[in-house]
């Protein structure tokens, strides 16, 4: 059976209103000094572009890590692995991880733990989905956009199987088979 995601959850509009409303907190909540959006791939590369163009500080500082915690599972596996390091030093450094969606809280708070090692200034999280009922690990996110039910959501970074990541809204997949289609 084929997969569709023909029901829209979270329009562009009110994501693009999101994103701008998350910059100007974050421009508020950090008065000087650069700050280093730490993006995580490959999910958050499409918010971390519209966050980091939101936001009207000039110094920000783009850089992307591979974790991986999914296989082709539709739920997390517990696995998690540095698929890309940074590869520029954050000690001292204001640094906000920026995350497409929280699901389980494995991924970022194996990441969370990693970061802290590197002794930056202050470690933050900002993700624009949040599916609380479905943590397993409590995890600190100091801003997110939107929290969502537990349904499988793909658009705006989003994937299955590797494909919709580059719809412009947020959409729920449903139809779903078994198991995903190998890449
Ligand atoms: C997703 C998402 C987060 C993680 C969250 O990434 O981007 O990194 O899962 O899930 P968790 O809270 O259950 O750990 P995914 O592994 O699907 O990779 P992708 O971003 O490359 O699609």
Redesign the pocket.
Known sequence: MAATADRVLISSERIQQKVLEMAAQIDADYKDGPIYLIS?????FIFVADLARALKRPSVRIEFMG????SREKT?SGQ?KVTRDLDVNIEGCDVLIV??????????SYLRRLLEQRKPKSLEIATLLDKPE?RIQPVNVKYVGFRIPDEFVVGY???YAEDYRNLSDIRVLSQLPSSPNPE
């Open positions: 995580i791939l490959k999910g958050a974790i991986s915690s999914y997390s998690v995350e497409d969606i929280v699901d389980s809280g494995v991924t970022l479905r970074g989003l994937d």
